[in-house]
């Protein structure tokens, strides 16, 4: 956040790696110690591990997304007194002029044209530095609560420097041999389509669908129900998923993607429908609190022996579809982005029906296993 003070590219992008370094790891963790926790309470209470976990995964994402609802809440109001302006200086026709010289929002959106064009509405730097202080504001208080009431697991090592380098290099090479497993490739177009959906909302929809044809603040607004949807929905489908299973979870999420990702090659957006927006919006918040929830949940059922490896993996995978379209989508239109999405959901949930397969055939021949041990013989 600091970085936005000064926002050049040889400055940015040192930071961005920094934050991607520091993101990993603390994925990571939070995924083993949501996973741990879970097991350690399903034991204790004698319950059914796999609810658990996606019980705790479901109350995790919850409180996580509604993040996006007090964020876009305070861009939102932030930006509402740069609207006033505007108005009083009597430009308040500049959306529509932009919209007008540049009328390929939507599907035909592409980022590099688009910049060329729109070079009113600038939001002005004052504003940007208040957004700025409200967000590190934020993001101290976050550590304090977590250095201050998070439970660690603390290594009883004198030497902790050299054991936390030895446990990551042991980490490295566990995550690259966790590429062996069957399962592990099966779920890698799944957990990329995880990274590529959240990108491509925040990007090249936020920009494509509601920037180019509203305004700024308007994007805080709409994304803010997107948050609501996918607070609520990381909280119900986390408490769903133990009355229909998981596969139909992923099946009603794949269904509505698809559904939308047709929606959004065919319609073109206008400053009269603005409440399809919202409704695109909700609804990519209903399936991304759905992939959010039961891929991470999934990694920590079936990946059991090696949960590090498994959950470091899943972090690759899907910073590798973040960093794939933010890399390309400035250069491309919105159409092919989304038909990668469809292509890359295809792939997806044939791998992870495969790995649904398996692990369930796993799971009987076990069971029959234990019945044939515990039969007396005659």
């Known amino acids: 956040m600091v970085a936005n003070y000064y926002p050049k590219a040889y400055f940015m992008y040192p930071t961005a790696a920094l934050v991607g370094l520091a993101a990993a790891p603390l ?14 309470y399903a034991f204790e209470k ?6 658990i976990i996606n019980r705790y995964f479901g109350i995790f994402f919850m409180f996580f997304q509604s993040g996006q609802i007090w964020g876009n809440l305070i861009s939102y109001l932030v930006l509402m007194p740069e609207e006033r302006i505007y108005a009083i200086n009597g430009t308040e026709n500049n959306r529509s002029l932009v919209f007008e010289s540049y009328a390929k929002c939507g599907a035909d959106f592409i980022e590099e044209e688009y910049q060329a064009v729109e070079d009113t509405n600038r939001i002005d730097r004052k504003t940007i530095d208040i957004l700025c202080i409200i967000y590190i504001c934020i993001c101290v208080c976050s550590i304090l609560i977590v250095a201050v009431f998070l439970d ?6 004198r030497d ?5 380098f030895c446990n990551s290099m042991k980490l ?17 177009p799944i957990t990329v389509w995880s990274g590529l959906e959240q990108s491509f909302l925040w990007t090249q929809f936020s920009k494509g669908f509601i920037s180019c044809v509203l305004n700024a603040k308007y994007v805080g607004l709409i994304l803010m129900v997107y948050g609501i949807c996918d607070s609520i929905g990381s909280f119900a ?16 999420a794949a269904i509505i993607n698809y559904a939308l990702i047709i929606t959004m090659l065919v319609w073109h957006p206008s400053q009269d429908q603005i409440a399809v927006l919202f409704v695109l919006a909700a609804l990519w918040g209903v399936t991304d609190a759905i992939w959010q929830t039961q891929i991470n949940a999934f990694y920590g059922v079936i990946f059991t ?5 498994a959950f470091s993996n899943y972090r690759l995978w899907e910073s590798t579809g973040f960093a794939f379209f933010y890399i390309i989508t400035p250069y491309i239109r919105v159409r092919l982005v989304l038909i990668i999405l469809a292509i890359f959901l295809s792939f997806g949930i044939v791998g992870y029906t495969m790995t649904e397969y398996r692990s369930r055939t796993l799971e009987e021949t076990k069971d029959k296993a234990k019945k044939k041990n515990t039969v007396s013989p005659s």
């Open 27 to 40: 994925w990571t963790s939070k995924c083993i110690y949501l996973t741990e926790m879970g097991s350690i």
């Open 46 to 51: 004698k319950l059914d591990k796999n609810i």
């Open 152 to 157: 660690q697991r603390r290594t009883s090592s």
């Open 160 to 164: 902790r420097m050299s054991v936390m």
């Open 172 to 188: 490295l090479v566990s995550t690259v041999k966790h590429l062996r497993h069957i399962n592990q490739l099966l779920l890698i």
């Open 237 to 252: 489908f986390g408490q769903l998923v133990k009355l229909v299973g998981r596969w139909p979870c992923f099946a009603f």
């Open 305 to 309: 022996e090696n949960r590090e490896a």
